[in-house]
């Protein structure tokens, strides 16, 4: 694992203090003057972290925006692996908190999905994790099973890579199955419960996948 640099945490640090003042301020602002008695402080706090998520959705898509992820082996010292390592400490210090508590409900944690970048179309939801929304992609009427993880990216020692998931419409992905970088599911596949899909893997259309690895069962 390459080790996050002192200019790459000095630019995050940047960006969560301008997400913090945003955040503060639009709660003051919005809520400051409102009589709200004696839960005053409480409101005050939940609506500073509704409107911290908020501004952090914003601001983290704008930096992909000027710092696209790019996939393929990032090289060190890079401005591709620059902007994955500024990407990865979002994800640490801000959004795996919400993608891994199961706090929010399924419908809601869609909208949060959209927000981060991942495409997904019409009827399809998440119950597992999304590690990687940019690099993510799903046609309609999908379903990710209860503690599946998906990753587009690949840390293997000091390799770096990045690579897109891409899965098609109406796929089933079963609970605790993991898809590693690079995968392409066909429409109408099903990766069974448990499955660990390895990288760069295509599974094709109609298929049926399962087992430690995943492997073509029908």
């Avoid at 899909?197 to 690895?213: F, H, S």
């Amino acid at each position: 694992m390459r080790q996050i640099s002192a200019p790459q945490v000095g630019v995050f640090m940047a960006l969560l203090a301008l997400i913090l003042s945003l955040g503060a301020g639009t709660s003051y602002w919005m809520l400051g003057t409102l009589p709200l008695g004696d839960f005053r402080g409480v409101v005050l706090v939940l609506a500073g972290v509704v409107f911290l998520y908020l501004w952090a959705f914003v601001v983290y898509r704008l930096f992909l925006r000027v710092m696209p992820l790019s996939e393929g082996e990032l090289e060190p010292g890079s401005r591709a692996e620059f902007a994955a390592q500024v990407n990865i400490l979002f994800y640490l210090l801000l959004f795996n908190t919400l993608i891994r508590t199961h706090f929010l409900p399924v419908p809601l944690m869609r909208l949060v999905y959209l927000a981060l970048g991942t495409r997904l179309g019409a009827n399809t939801y998440s119950a597992g994790t999304l590690l990687d929304p940019p690099l993510t992609e799903f046609g309609a009427n999908c379903i990710i099973g209860h503690d599946a993880v998906l990753y587009a990216h690949a840390i293997e020692g000091a390799r770096f890579s990045l690579s897109r998931i891409r899965v098609g419409d109406g796929v089933t992905i079963g609970a605790s199955a993991v898809i590693m970088s690079g995968v392409t599911i066909g429409d109408g596949a099903i990766v069974s419960a448990g499955a660990v899909v390895l990288k760069d893997t295509t599974i094709g259309a109609g298929e049926v996948w399962g087992g430690v690895p995943a492997r073509r069962l029908r």
